[in-house]
């Protein structure tokens, strides 16, 4: 790579250029996320700090590696971060849109770097923006014009000249002032001016010490009570621990009467302001009559100074994870590896029965089938294990939503609230890598077609916000994902005509209310009356749909019209290794996965009769769909058709059907293998594996045969 | 309705300037009282939505009164009277509960914003 070729005087960047890019995307998640929560929180500090970092961090790992374009603009970044931290500027919608905006464009550009691309992407426009606002902050009138998030009350007469307070702590007020920092507390020197000839001045301290206590601990009041009420001062000021924000803590001291104004500031002392404080400590060093206490102190708190910067843990009560990280390479080798220890295993078992049949009552055939036993138990709990490596949170794909949805509800002009659950749910990461997309795509659906504008809401008695909700669960042995909103509905009569009107239904058939909502999957499909660009252009379900039953699972839609939408999706848990019931089909062997079996049946045929075409039989006043292996894989047909049949019904949720089959042969643990890409998309097959006795046996996809079945084509 | 006050005071001129006071600002006076355990009858009788209280006085000085009337009614609201020199037992006041309190001899205008406020 050009760019750092020439850097770092020999050392070979690339080598770190992985690990860069992990950090980095962390980094960049972090401060996504953050900037949405100071959105809705106003001047936090312990957030802003932690937003400081991140950016400070980005700059100088992206520093190392020499990607200039990625410095400018978190440097830029930095800065405005900075000024928020040290109150010289209040957060306001228009520096939360432009770190928003710079944390796409460095998405942008490390995903270049990641293809080992140079980075093109523009960043002078962000960069200038952002010290125009910088600029900007520093006349304090336009400041106090400025449309902020959180407003804070100050009366005009007081100056925007902030002078950081010489308290003069002594040891335990120090440390206490230290200990809360690490706890991620914010430090603040609040300055309360009183009106002019306040009388009983010390009891106006003590009231706004009061009103502080309850959110928060005041550690000590400058000038203290006794010097304020000799005093000829109008003013005091209190060191302030609290977690809450400036604007709240201002709001409470305002009610407090003949106290005119306030003006609260994060306390520094200890963090990049060393300098100042120190020489003034030192100055109070020389004044013997005083009544504060422990004055050789201060010399202290500046040696501390120097090392608390960046000794200072992140305080946001990050609970330690222990984590490692693993190339997926190597876990998925060891997933393979797996594998074939169960299929060999499976051989062995094979053989031990064999022998059994052969030599009964030979010592060491029983011997070899104990130990068949036990190492069945031990690969059950390895492959336990194993599997569980392979899981991951779904809530790292659910991520990137709160983002979308914010971005889209202000491109439409709607009022939405997204709400996130199951966020712990796991799944294996080769589905959550997939799913994201799919998730999206309902996602904005949902905003653009379910969920109706503020008016249209309010006319219709619903409130202003729309709320759609993301929740994941395990259902027996699948995952549920619903998005479910609050929303229009779908208009089943639009789609029903919709549908005859492209000629996907016949004009006469008559469809259950379940199955109309499903023809929103069909290819070229959409209701939507113009194009827009988030979706509605008729391609979307469909793929939506084929990515879900590539996965194995199948989607579901409920609506009532007036009321709302939800979308569930089911998908299996595992994709490697499975339980499966073998069946023979002709003179093929097929494996069912077992977690989509409900149950067998012994048929006759007799029993199967033919509606519009397609075989079905009554089971327990229920009609059951049959779908015959034979027919579907084309098999040849054995000479000698017998009068019964077994069936296996299977399904997902409420959808099932029946596989004709001719033989059953049992229960068997399978290893998933993936055909490879040419042969990846048969219908109806979801892999293959190999059997115990070698045999290469495919693995049916529920989903695929499902979709055939129920979705009604003409 | 206008908020309801009872003013306590031992001194008749104090509680005549209060009530003059509070009635130009909209406010209703429905009692008077001339020291703690007076005030302490007449509060529960009355039930006003504010009290300004004096501190000394005889018999139950406003201090015992304040923390009488708000072990039987917490949510009292009372702003106590003072005159100078009398900053610890204000600030004692404070701690017991009182919303606020205005200083001897009065402004009008700070007294009304202290009512103002206590109200809200």
Redesign the interface.
């Known amino acids: 790579m050009s760019q750092t070729d020439n850097k770092n005087m020999g050392v070979d960047l690339k080598e770190f250029l992985d690990f860069y890019l992990l950090d980095s995307h962390e980094q960049i998640e972090r401060l996504g996320a953050g900037l949405l929560q100071l959105e809705k929180e106003g001047g936090n500090i312990g957030l802003i700090n932690d937003l400081f970092r991140s950016a400070h961090s980005l700059k100088g790992a992206s520093g190392t590696m020499g990607f200039t374009p990625i410095v400018a603009m978190t440097h830029a970044a930095e800065d405005l971060l900075d000024r928020l931290r040290q109150g010289k500027m209040d957060v306001s919608l228009e520096i939360i849109d432009i770190l928003l905006a710079v944390t796409d464009s460095v998405k942008g550009m490390l995903t270049q770097v990641e293809q080992r691309l140079e980075i093109t992407l523009g960043y002078e426009d962000l960069v200038s923006s952002m010290k125009e606002i910088i600029k900007r902050e520093k006349n304090p009138v336009t400041q106090a014009n400025q449309q902020s998030v959180r407003e804070i009350e100050t009366e005009e007469a007081w100056e925007d000249d902030f002078q950081l307070r010489d308290f003069s702590l002594d040891e335990s007020e120090s440390a206490k002032l230290n200990n809360a920092r690490i706890m991620g507390y914010g430090a603040y020197q609040v300055d309360v001016k009183l009106a002019p000839k306040t009388?009983?001045k010390?009891?106006r301290a003590?009231?706004a010490t009061?009103r502080l206590e309850g959110m928060g601990s005041v550690i000590k009041c400058v000038p203290s009570i006794e010097d304020l009420?000799i005093g000829n001062v109008e003013s005091f000021s209190l060191l302030v621990l609290c977690d809450q924000p400036i604007a709240t803590m201002s709001r409470e001291l305002l009610?407090?009467?003949?106290l005119v104004a306030v003006d609260i500031h994060p306390y520094l002392s200890g963090i990049g302001v060393a300098e100042e404080t120190t020489m003034s400590t030192t100055r109070v060093v020389e004044t013997p009559v005083s009544t504060q206490k422990a004055v050789i102190e201060p010399k202290k708190l500046g040696a501390d100074a120097a090392v608390l910067p960046e000794g200072i843990p992140n305080g946001e009560g990050n609970v330690p994870v222990h984590t490692i990280r693993v190339d997926t390479a190597r876990m998925d080798n060891l997933i393979n590896l797996v594998g074939e220890m169960v299929i060999t295993r499976t051989r062995l078992v094979q053989i031990g029965s064999d022998l059994k049949a052969q030599y009964q009552t030979d010592d060491m055939v029983t011997n070899l089938n104990e130990a068949n036993l036990y190492l069945g138990r031990l690969m059950n709990d390895l492959q336990e294990s194993v599997m569980r490596l392979r899981m991951v949170a779904i809530g790292t794909v659910f991520g990137r939503f709160p983002r979308l949805v914010r971005d889209l509800a202000k491109k439409t002009g709607k009022m939405i609230e997204l709400v996130l659950k199951g966020e712990d749910t796991e799944l294996d990461k080769t589905v959550v890598e997939v799913i994201g997309d799919p998730l999206m795509h309902l996602i904005r659906n949902s905003v653009d077609h379910g969920i109706e504008s503020p008016e249209e809401r309010l006319a219709s008695g619903k409130s202003e916000h729309g709320t759609i909700t993301l929740d994941a669960y395990h259902d027996g042995n699948h995952i549920a994902i619903l998005i479910a909103d609050d929303g229009a509905g779908l208009d089943l009569d639009k789609i029903r005509k919709i549908a005859v009107a492209k000629g996907l239904i016949g004009e006469s058939e008559a469809l259950p209310e379940s199955e109309i909502a499903n023809l929103i999957f069909l290819p070229g499909f959409s209701t939507a009356d113009k194009v827009t660009d988030i979706s509605g252009r008729g391609v979307g379900m469909d793929v939506v749909k084929k990515a879900l039953s590539n996965l194995g699972g199948i989607v579901d839609i409920t609506t009532r019209l007036g009321k709302g939408t939800t979308f569930t999706i089911r998908l299996p848990l595992t994709l490697a290794i499975i339980q499966a019931l073998l069946v023979e089909v002709g003179d093929e062997v097929y494996a069912v996965p077992l977690t989509s079996v409900f149950e067998t049946l012994l048929v006759n045929r007799a029993d199967i009769k033919t509606v519009g075409g397609l075989p079905m039989v009554r089971l327990r006043g229920n009609t059951l769909p049959l779908i015959s292996l034979l027919q579907k894989f084309d098999l040849p047909s054995p000479n000698t058709p017998s009068s019964e049949v077994f069936v296996v019904v299977v399904g997902f949720g409420d959808e099932v059907l029946g596989l004709i089959v001719d033989e059953l042969r049992g229960q068997q643990e399978v290893v998933i293998k993936s055909l490879g890409n040419l042969l990846n998309n048969l219908p109806g097959i979801a892999g293959a594996t190999i059997l115990g006795d070698g045999k290469v046996t495919l693995i049916l996809d529920i989903g695929s045969l499902l979709q055939d079945v129920l979705v009604t084509r003409k | 309705m206008s908020p309801t006050i009872m003013i306590v005071d031992d001194a008749a001129f104090m509680r005549m300037m209060l009530k003059d006071i509070l009635t130009k600002n909209g406010f209703t006076v429905v009692g008077e009282a001339e020291n703690g355990v007076a005030a302490l009858k007449k509060y529960m009788g009355l039930q006003p939505d504010l009290t300004i209280m004096d501190i000394t006085m005889p018999e139950m000085d406003g201090l015992q009164a304040l923390k009488e009337i708000r072990k039987r009614d917490p949510k009292a609201r009372i702003i106590m009277c003072?005159a100078?020199g009398q900053?610890s037992m204000?600030?004692e006041a404070?701690?017991s509960g009182a919303k606020?309190?205005v200083?001897k001899p009065f402004q009008a205008e700070?007294v009304c914003?202290?009512v103002a406020?206590a109200l809200?």
């Open positions: 009388l009983m010390a009891v003590v009231m009061q009420e009610e407090i009467t003949e | 003072s100078m900053q204000v600030i404070i701690q606020d309190f200083v700070r914003e202290a406020k809200k």
